[in-house]
C-alpha cells in the first residue's frame, strides 16, 4: 500500500472565531430543551498511554480543547490514538448539590469509540460505540468542593468491529483521518428524579394530528399537560396520565423545503419542563402521469437535488468549529438550489439536524458502516463492470466484512440507536442502512427491520450496488461511464445516489500533497463547464424517464480528495453559483413537466407515512 500523504494545517474560516473558553456553547439537544443545564466543553487535561488498564496516570501530557479530537487542529493536541492505547481526560468542575428530589446528569454528544467515566474517582459507567449519545446519573458521587470527571477513551478504528464510518488509521483517497475520544458537547443537567427521559413526536398529516410517545425515568407517569403553539398563538393542548397521547391539529401548516415550519411543543409532567419542536410533513411514493413512481412530499412531486456531505472539517475533524459553521454551510447548499444533502457514512450532532429542520434542507441519513475488512473486489472494483452479489446465503457478509456474529449485532444495536436518535428530526426523509457493500449483510432484511422501526420514512437499503431488491429505491452509484437510465424489476423510485466528483485544486486551500478525484480540472471555469455539462447531458434528460433524485458528490473537499463545491476550509465556491442555480431550477422544472395538475386527487399513494 503506498505511503499516505502529508497533510498541512489548515485552518477553516472559523478557526479565529472559535470561543477557547467553551467552545460550541449552545444547548447541544434542540428536541428536548430544559433551562438548568451547563456546558462543560473547554480545555481539560489529557494523556495517551500504553495499554488499556484502568489506572489513571499521575501526571498528565499537557491540555485539549474538548470537545475536539486530539487528532485535530483545534483541539491543540495533534497526536493519533491507537489501538492497545488509553487516551485519558481529566477535569475539575464546581457542581452545587441539586435540591431535594432533583438529580444531576452528566451527558457526553459521543466518544470514539468506547469508554469508562469516573467520577471523583468512582466509576460512573461505561460506553460503547462512537456516534450515540450517552448520560449517568453522577448525584450520588457529588461530594462537596470540586467534582472531578475522568474519561478513559479506547479507539480501534478500522480494526475493530465497531462503527467507524470512514476514518482509516492508514488514511488516503477516499478514507480520512482517524479521529478519536470526545468529539461532541459535554454538558450536565438537572432535572426532577421523575423526568421524561425519551420523547417521539409523529406527524400524522392524514388524520391532521401529533402523536406523542413518551418515556419517563421511573414507573408511574405523572400527568403530562402539552401544548403546541405557531409563533405565540397556542392551536393545540391536551393532556395524558399515560405514556401516550394524540392531539388534533386541524389546518396544520406543512412543513417543506420551500416553507420548513416548525411547531413549538411545551410538555410539563409533574415537575419536570421541556420545549420541542414538530414538523408537519409526510413522506411517499406515488406514480406520475406515466406510471413512473415518484418520491413525494406532502402529496406532492419533489425532485430531491443534492449532494453527498462527508461530515469532516478541515480544522475540527468530525467537529464543527462553531455551530455558525454547521449553519451557514446549510443556508450556502440551500442558496444554491440544493433540497438534500446525503450525510455519508456519519452522524452529526443534533445542532446540525436542528438547523436542517429549520433551514428546510432535507437528509438522506446514512447508517455508520464497521466491520471489516472489506474486499476491494467485492466493494469497489467488481460492481463497476455490473456484478452483484447475494448477501442472504450462508456465506453472507463474505467480502461485505460481516461474517462474523458479533458485527451483526452490534450493527442491530446501532441501528436501534440512530433510528430512535434522529426520529423526531422533520428532516430526515431516507434511511441508508448500506453503502456499496460496506459491512453490508441481509439487506433486505434489514430494510424491513428499519421498516419496523420507522414506518415515517423511506429507505435506500443498499446504495450504489449489490441491490437485493428491497426499500423503496433502485440506487445508483455511477462515476466513469455515462449514466442511463434502466426500468427498475422490483419498480422502485429510480435514485442516482452518488456521481461526478469532479475535482479541481485551489492553491492556499488543501491540505494534502496528494490530490485525488474521478476527473482533474486545472481551474473553476473548466470544472463548472463540466459539471453543468453533465447534468445537462445525463441527469435533467433522465428526470421525464422516472429519474427522481441525483446526489453529487460532494459538499466540500476532504483531504486528498478535492472533489467539492467548497474548498475544504470552506473558504472557496469552486463551482459558479448562478450556474449551479440554473441547474437545480432545471430540475425541478423537469420533474413538474411529468406531474398533472390534479394529480394528487387522482393518485393513490403506494405508500405514504
Known amino acids: 500500500m503506498a505511503k499516505p500523504s502529508h497533510l498541512t494545517p489548515l485552518p477553516s474560516r472559523w478557526y479565529d472565531t472559535v470561543d477557547r473558553n467553551c ?106 460505540g462512537g456516534y450515540w449519545p450517552f448520560h449517568f446519573d453522577i448525584t450520588d458521587l457529588l461530594q462537596s468542593g470540586p467534582t472531578s470527571i475522568t474519561l478513559a477513551v479506547w479507539d480501534d478504528s478500522d480494526t475493530d468491529l465497531q462503527a467507524y464510518g470512514k476514518q482509516k488509521l492508514r488514511r488516503g483517497g477516499i478514507w480520512y483521518t482517524a479521529q478519536s475520544g470526545i468529539w461532541q458537547t459535554v454538558w450536565t443537567e438537572v432535572v426532577p428524579s421523575q423526568h421524561i427521559r425519551c420523547l417521539a413526536m409523529t406527524p400524522d398529516c392524514e388524520h391532521s394530528a401529533v402523536e406523542f410517545d413518551l418515556t419517563f425515568a421511573q414507573p408511574g407517569p405523572p ?87 462527508q461530515g469532516y472539517w478541515s480544522d475540527g475533524l468530525y467537529t464543527a468549529p462553531c455551530d455558525e459553521a454547521m449553519r451557514s454551510e446549510i443556508a450556502a447548499l440551500k442558496d444554491l438550489g440544493f433540497t438534500m444533502v446525503r450525510k455519508h457514512i456519519k452522524i452529526e450532532p443534533l445542532r446540525w439536524y436542528y438547523h436542517c429542520d429549520r433551514l428546510g434542507m432535507l437528509v438522506w441519513q446514512d447508517f455508520v458502516s464497521g466491520g471489516g475488512p472489506y474486499n476491494p473486489l467485492v466493494t469497489a472494483y467488481l460492481p463497476f463492470i455490473g456484478w452483484h452479489r447475494d448477501d442472504s446465503g450462508d456465506d453472507r457478509g463474505w467480502g461485505f466484512g460481516r461474517t462474523d456474529q458479533a458485527g451483526r449485532a452490534i450493527f442491530g444495536r446501532d441501528m436501534h440507536r440512530t433510528v430512535d436518535l434522529l426520529y423526531n428530526c422533520p428532516a430526515v426523509a431516507v434511511w441508508v442502512p448500506f453503502n456499496e457493500g460496506w459491512g453490508q449483510f441481509e439487506a433486505a432484511r434489514i430494510a424491513h427491520a ?82 453543468i455539462g453533465l447534468y445537462d447531458r445525463e441527469i435533467i434528460p433522465q428526470v421525464p424517464a422516472g429519474l427522481t433524485a441525483a446526489i453529487y458528490t460532494q459538499v466540500s473537499d476532504v483531504e486528498d480528495e478535492i472533489n467539492g463545491l467548497f474548498t475544504y476550509d470552506r473558504a472557496e465556491l469552486k463551482l459558479d453559483a448562478g450556474a449551479v442555480r440554473r441547474v437545480n431550477a432545471a430540475l425541478r422544472a423537469a420533474s413538474a413537466s411529468v406531474w398533472e395538475p390534479d394529480q394528487q386527487s387522482a393518485a393513490t399513494p403506494r405508500r405514504v407515512s
Open 450 to 531: 428499519v421498516r419496523v422501526l420507522d414506518g415515517t420514512r423511506l429507505i435506500d437499503h443498499a446504495s450504489g450496488w449489490h441491490d437485493q431488491g428491497g426499500g423503496d429505491f433502485a440506487s445508483h452509484h455511477v462515476y466513469f461511464k455515462r449514466f442511463r437510465l434502466r426500468p427498475d424489476r422490483c419498480g422502485r423510485i429510480q435514485a442516482l445516489t452518488e456521481f461526478g466528483g469532479y475535482s479541481c485544486p485551489t492553491p492556499g486551500h488543501m491540505a494534502s500533497d496528494q490530490l485525488f478525484g474521478y476527473r482533474m480540472y486545472p481551474e473553476p471555469q473548466s470544472l463548472t463547464q463540466a459539471v
Open 23 to 128: 467552545p460550541l456553547n449552545d444547548y447541544p439537544r434542540p428536541q428536548l430543551r430544559r433551562d438548568n443545564w451547563q456546558c462543560l466543553n473547554g480545555t481539560w487535561q489529557y494523556a495517551i498511554r500504553a495499554g488499556t488498564a484502568l489506572a489513571e496516570p499521575e501526571t498528565y501530557d499537557g491540555d485539549i480543547l474538548v470537545p475536539f479530537s486530539p487528532e485535530a487542529l483545534l483541539s491543540g493536541v495533534d497526536r493519533q490514538l491507537l489501538p492497545g492505547q488509553t487516551l485519558w481526560y481529566r477535569r475539575e468542575f464546581q457542581f452545587e448539590q441539586p435540591p431535594a428530589g432533583s438529580r444531576l446528569l452528566l451527558h457526553f454528544g459521543a466518544v470514539d469509540q468506547r469508554c469508562a467515566v469516573f467520577v471523583n474517582g468512582a466509576e460512573a459507567g461505561r460506553h460503547e
Open 223 to 309: 400527568l403530562t399537560r402539552i401544548t403546541i403553539r405557531a409563533g405565540d398563538t397556542v392551536v393545540a393542548e391536551g393532556h395524558t396520565e399515560g405514556e401516550r397521547c394524540v392531539l388534533p391539529l386541524p389546518g396544520f401548516r406543512a412543513w417543506s423545503p420551500d416553507d420548513p415550519f416548525l411547531y413549538t411543543v411545551r410538555l410539563t409532567a409533574g415537575d419536570d419542563t421541556v420545549e420541542s419542536y414538530v414538523g408537519m410533513r409526510q413522506f411517499g411514493i406515488e406514480p406520475d402521469d406515466r406510471g413512473q413512481p415518484r418520491f413525494t412530499l406532502n402529496g406532492q412531486p419533489l425532485f430531491q437535488s443534492g449532494l453527498l456531505d
